[in-house]
């Protein structure tokens, strides 16, 4: 509706793409579309696209879920969320049937991301590891003695040779 208040003004088509920052292509098909029909040309249509099988209640109500984990959720033995797990949840929740890639998509637009679970042993002792990095590692790591430092020669430096041009 903009592009039509602005071609209503006299804009060109390039001003108007700069202005409301598209391609010439997109405003020279509202220009066309808006000398054929007017204004009423350039409406939204409204949603593009299929509609969504989760409304939006169910949404909430499935990240709810996801945040109760998947040990109370379905009764598995570790904490770690997996998509096929999330389609059976899906499944059982609500009824609905939906692919670990489409399962993918829906978890970004909940703001959820792919997490790797960090593999470390049980017995880690943070503390010591700290108290180690900090005093042993310095201790132990070997650095080039003073002779070694300056035993590279210099880049010759390239000239051409003589005669070229």
């Known amino acids: 509706m903009n592009a039509a208040k602005l071609f209503e003004q006299g804009r060109t088509k390039a001003e108007v793409a700069r202005r409301l920052g598209v391609s010439n292509e997109s405003a020279g098909r509202w220009h066309k579309a808006w000398k054929a029909d007017g204004s009423q040309s350039l409406k939204h249509s409204g949603q ?3 509609k969504a099988r989760l409304q939006p209640l169910d949404r909430v109500k499935l990240a709810a879920e996801l945040q109760r984990g998947p ?3 379905l ?3 570790t904490a770690l969320w997996t ?3 999330i ?3 899906i499944g059982q929740q609500f009824g609905r049937r939906y692919s670990p890639s489409q399962v ?3 978890l970004r637009q909940l703001g959820w991301s792919c997490q790797k679970p960090a593999r470390r042993a049980l017995e880690r002792d943070e503390k010591k590891i700290r108290a180690w ?3 042993r590692c310095p201790a132990i790591k070997k650095s080039p003695p003073a002779a070694a430092r300056h035993r590279f020669p210099r880049r010759k430096r390239f000239e051409p040779a003589p005669g070229a041009t």
């Open 104 to 106: 993918s998509r829906l």
């Open 83 to 85: 998509l096929p797990r």
């Open 71 to 73: 040990e109370k959720t």
């Open 87 to 89: 389609v059976i949840l």
């Open 75 to 77: 009764g598995y033995a």
């Open 133 to 135: 990095k900090q005093r």
């Open 48 to 50: 593009v696209g299929r």
